[in-house]
Structure formats: C-alpha cells, structure tokens
C-alpha cells in the first residue's frame, strides 16, 4: 500500500489524491497500483457513483517516475501502470480530473480517459514521450489527431510543446480552466457532487454510449502503443535522455544518426 495517494470515501464519492510532492507527485510502480485496486474495487461497488482524481492544489503530476524508467527490467515497466491505464479505461462509472501545476506524461495521457476535467489556467500540461526518446501512450497517437487535428497533434506529439490549462479547455481537453487551484478542485469536487443526484445507471449507460464508437480501433492501438513503448524503454535513446534528465543536462542524440 502507498501513502503517496490518498484515499477519501464519502457517500457516493471515492476522492483519489496524490501525495509526493517532493517529486511533485511524480508516479511510482506502488502508486499506480494503489489507485488500480482503489477503481477495481469502485467499479464494482455500487455504494460508489463518481471518483475524484487530484493531486495537490499546486501539482497534478510529473508523471511516470522517471528512475522507474531507467530501472524497467527487459520486459517493459512492470504492470502497475498498465494496470492502472486499464482500470481507467475500463472504468464503468464517471471520473472526475482536477488539475493545477504541472501535468505531465501520463498525467496529461490520463485525462483524455477521464470523463470532466477541470484545469487551472496556468496548469502546465506536456507530454514529452519523444523528447525522452519513447512514443505516445495508452490511445494518445489516436485520440489526439482526431480530437485536436494533426496539426496540432504534432506540436504537442512529436515537439513535446507544453500548454496552458486555458489551452486544453479551449481544444476540448479540459472542460473549463479556473483560476487556481483551489478554484479547480471546488468546481471539479462540484461537478462530482451533481454527479451523485443523477440515476446512476442512467449515467454509467450513456458513459458507455458515448465511449463506443471505435473502441476495438482504440484497444488496437493502446496494444501497440504499449508494445512499442515498453521496447523503447530500453532504448539507447531513451536512456540518454533519461540519464540526461537525472544529470541535469541537455540530451545529446547526435550519436544516434
Ligand atoms: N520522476 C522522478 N522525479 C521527478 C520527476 C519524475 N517524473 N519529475 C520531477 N522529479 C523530481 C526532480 O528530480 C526533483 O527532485 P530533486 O529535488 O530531488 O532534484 C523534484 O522532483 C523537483 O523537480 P524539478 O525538476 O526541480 O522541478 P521544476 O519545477 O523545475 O520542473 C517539471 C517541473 C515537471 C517541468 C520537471 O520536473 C520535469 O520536467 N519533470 C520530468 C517530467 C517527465 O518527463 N515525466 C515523464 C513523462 S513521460
């Protein structure tokens, strides 16, 4: 069990926090895993009707321990992660995002499975998958395309470019940016709370609607992103970035042309 997250219950309501703000809620193998059984374990709770992700007022998430990274055996991660990403994607019933701060890797990755997000403006979101020389994850080479159009898609893929809370509210990532952290947790706990007055089942079947459409296409290409994700883990390029983020320094890619 990890103390790095948080585990609020409340009639209806299981609230998830992350809690390790010294690596600013970076994301450990023992993290993934506690919020993975905390949504396996709601999913088929009928006591439980919403979930509520957050990290800290000032920090959503660094995203994947980038140690845990360098350290991945041969195989990939491990399957805590996985295991978690799945647990999302699978889950029946709404989830709820409050984001401040940095939301980085899978913590930008992971809202696009959660149902409301809410942002503070001057969140920073980033998924810089090729810039440590790995590739998109868990539906975002899908996802984002359609949603925001390649243009787009291949500032934020394949440049790594951060953007703004207020960015990903205005191309539909977010549902609304806010002005703090407080201000998104409130809304984002608001919206949680509307959730409970509604029928559940009412709710969890139009969920289920609404996600359909090209859902096998979706699980395709989550398998493959995983395969090629978990084999560039341990790949030359990715270890030179890794080890140039952990030494503080400029990657140096030049050796690989
Ligand atoms: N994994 C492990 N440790 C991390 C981390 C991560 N993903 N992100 C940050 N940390 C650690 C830093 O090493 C630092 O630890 P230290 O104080 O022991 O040196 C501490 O958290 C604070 O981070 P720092 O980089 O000093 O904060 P910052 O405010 O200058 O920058 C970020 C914030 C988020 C921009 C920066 O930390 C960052 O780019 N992190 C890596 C994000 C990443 O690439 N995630 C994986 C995506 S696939």
Not at 9 to 23: A, F, Q, V
Not at 59 to 76: H, Q, R, V, Y
Request: net charge negative; aromatic share 6%; proline share 4%.
């Amino acid at each position: 069990m990890s103390d790095h997250i948080i585990v609020e219950r409340e009639p209806g309501l299981l609230t998830l926090r992350m809690n390790r703000l010294d690596k600013l809620n970076a994301l450990t193998r023992a993290m993934y895993s506690r919020m993975a059984e905390e949504l396996n374990a709601a999913n088929d709770d009928r006591s439980v009707q919403a979930v509520l992700l957050a990290g800290s007022e000032e920090c959503f998430t660094s995203g994947n321990d980038l140690l845990d990274f360098m350290n991945a055996p041969k195989e990939g991660l491990g399957g805590e992660v996985l295991q978690f990403m799945q647990a999302l994607f699978e889950f029946k019933k709404p989830v709820v995002a409050a984001v401040a701060g940095p939301a980085v890797g899978i913590g930008t990755t992971l809202l696009l499975h959660c149902d409301f997000v809410y942002v503070s403006r001057d969140a920073m979101l980033k998924m810089p998958f090729v810039k440590l020389g790995l590739c998109p994850e868990y539906g975002s080479s899908l996802i984002l395309p359609r949603l925001l159009g390649q243009a787009r898609a291949n500032d934020l893929l394949l440049l790594s470019e951060s953007f703004t809370g207020e960015q990903a509210a205005a191309w539909g990532i977010a549902n609304a940016a806010l002005d703090g952290g407080a201000a998104t947790f409130a809304k984002a706990r608001e919206t949680a709370l509307q959730l409970l007055d509604l029928a559940p089942s009412a709710v969890q079947v139009s969920k289920r609607l609404m996600r359909a459409p090209g859902r096998e296409e979706l699980r395709q290409v989550i398998k493959e992103e995983g395969e090629l994700f978990g084999a560039r883990l341990k790949h030359p390029e990715a270890m030179e970035a890794l080890a140039a983020f952990m030494q503080k320094r400029k990657p140096d890619f030049s050796k690989f042309l």
